[in-house]
């Protein structure tokens, strides 16, 4: 079967570094995304990953290894507004993309 | 302008009634989804559409169906509506479906949180 494992509940400071990682298993690849979801709001895009290495992108970063069918997200400098939740996203071999259950940050002053 | 919209953004209804969700995007793109997001927060896919081809989640109960009425609008169909249907509706677009970023990128609607009672 397919799966996307994200932790379920990080916490961090204000000001301070967080990485969230997201390993995966699926039938083929052709992607991976990072998406937030503020409490009743919509996902909204922040990166894509397909190529292996880091893809920068002002605060925040995303990292792929698909050796090890591994990413990360680095959010740095954290900011209040940053509190959501964080999808890891992977785009099979269908084109379908398979969603990870998401990892709920909570960031505190 | 909004570039995906869902109405309505709220729906309440009785178990065993029919209910339509309406979904709009502007953005000139090829290929629309139909997200279920349920209390544990996963997001299941339940239908993938563009002017080629429908793909449907085989899980999905045949009492959803999708409509599409031109390529800016995929509607939902719910018939006789159950418990477990509680949950939020996100549609969604891409511009196509082509393993580039560009392209797979997908654009999610507000959302709309259907209770079933």
């Known amino acids: 079967g397919q799966n996307i494992d994200q932790p379920t509940e990080m916490t961090a400071t204000e000001g301070a570094i967080v990485q969230i990682n997201c390993t995966y298993q699926t039938s083929g690849f052709n992607g991976l995304f990072w998406y937030q979801q503020h409490a009743g709001e919509a996902p909204t895009f922040l990166s894509y990953n397909v190529l292996d290495g880091l893809e920068e992108k002002g605060r925040f970063s995303s990292f792929l290894s698909r050796s090890k069918g591994y990413s990360y997200l680095l959010l740095k400098e954290l900011q209040m507004k940053d509190s959501a939740s964080y999808l890891c996203?992977?785009?099979?071999?269908?084109?379908?993309?398979?969603w990870g259950a998401g990892t709920k940050l909570i960031i505190k002053p | 302008d909004t570039a995906v919209s869902q109405t309505p953004k709220y729906l309440v209804t009785q178990m065993g009634n029919d209910k339509s969700i309406k979904c709009e995007q502007n953005?000139?793109?090829?290929?629309m989804y139909w997200y279920k997001q349920d209390s544990k927060k996963f997001l299941k896919i339940m239908f993938s559409y563009n002017n080629k081809e429908l793909i449907i989640n085989e899980t999905v109960p045949n009492r959803f169906s999708p409509k599409s009425p031109d390529k800016a609008h995929l509607n939902l169909h719910i018939n006789s509506l159950e418990l477990g249907d509680s949950a939020v509706y996100f549609c969604?677009?891409?511009?196509?479906?082509?393993?580039?970023?560009?392209?797979?990128?997908?654009?999610f609607g507000p959302g709309t949180r259907l209770t079933v009672l």
């Open positions: 953005l000139g793109h090829d290929t």
């Open positions: 969604a677009s891409s511009q196509d479906i082509a393993g580039e970023a560009n392209t797979d990128t997908q654009y």
């Open positions: 996203a992977v785009m099979d071999s269908n084109y379908q993309l398979i």
